[in-house]
Structures are given as C-alpha cells and as structure tokens.
C-alpha cells in the first residue's frame, strides 16, 4: 500500500464505540425497566454458575484476545511509517530525501503546480501532494506529471514506481472591499 489510511482504525473505532453505546442504552434501559433484576439473564447466570471452570476459562481468553488486538492496533497507530533508502548498482545508496527532494524539485517546475511534497515509502514507491494555481488546466498538469515520474523511474532504474498523488486546489486570492 503506497496511501497509508486511518480508515482501519477508524472503522474499529466506530463499531467498537457503537457495541459500547448500544450494550450501555440496553444495561440502562433494563435497569430502568425493573431495578431488582439483574443486568444477565437469570439462565445464563445460573449457566455459569454450573459450568465455573468454563466460564472462567472463557473469560480469561476473552480478556487476553481484547488485549492483544487492543495492543497491535495501538502499536500500529503509534508506528511510524518507514522511508528506506535505495540501494543501486555498485554499492551506491540513495537516501529517501535524496529522492523526495529531486523529484519535488521536478514536480514544482511542472506548470500549473504552485507547491509539491513528496515522500518515499516502499521500496520504492512515492506519495505526493501537489497543490496547483487557481486556473491551472488539470490535464495538463498530469500529463507533466507523468513525464517528471518516468524520468524519476530512469533515474531509480526501475520499471515500476507506485505513486499515490494528490491533488488540491489553491484557495482563491482574497479581494479587499474597500
């Protein structure tokens, strides 16, 4: 994947939140309904009950799973994401800001683009972010843009160089109303 998404951990967030929400408003409700009762249907309290050692069991790789998925998904959140290096013929190593910044030398010059960022990730791949001039002619601007990645994959000497680009608009100069 060249895009690294958040959408993973905001879906987990979601549905964890939902189960939560959900599981919350019925404990409520069913207090609210009949206060002497408790929260467990009385058969599965019974049910556990009669199978202790099960019910424990049962618990204890419950709680182990929900810790282990709860530590990956933080341990992926809070991993930074890498930018190796190339290594070319002969021994020579090309650092990834080397790179990112040859081809956003490239990409700025590119007409219609007002400010680039890129960054290396993969091995190789590049992820861009190209901000374009109030006006610029979009076609245009990818058709440059894909000269700038085939001198990029030359230069690299590969054949393949995945490239996730983004495009954004600039905001409109502010007029003053006098």
Do not use: F, Y
Request: glycine share 8%; aromatic share 2%; proline share 3%.
């Amino acid at each position: 994947m060249i895009a690294r998404s958040n959408r993973t951990e905001r879906v987990c967030a979601a549905i964890l939140g939902t189960v939560a929400l959900l599981v919350g408003a019925g404990a409520l409700a069913l207090h609210l309904r009949r206060v002497d009762r408790p929260v467990l249907e009385p058969r599965v309290l019974d049910w556990a009950r009669d199978n202790l050692l099960l019910s424990r069991i049962g618990a204890i790789v419950l709680g182990l799973l929900l810790i282990v998925v709860g530590l990956r998904w933080a341990w992926r959140a809070v991993t930074p994401e890498k930018h190796p290096d190339l290594a070319l013929e002969d021994g020579v190593v090309v650092t990834s800001g080397a790179i990112a910044d040859a081809v956003k030398a490239d990409v700025e010059q590119v007409d219609g683009v007002s400010s680039a960022s890129v960054k290396v990730i993969g091995e190789p791949a590049l992820r861009m972010k190209l901000t374009l001039r109030q006006g610029a002619d979009v076609r245009a601007v990818w058709q440059e843009l894909d000269g700038v990645l085939g001198r990029a994959r030359n230069a690299l000497g590969v054949t393949v160089l995945p490239t996730a680009v983004r495009l954004d608009l600039a905001a409109r100069a502010r007029q003053r109303v006098r």
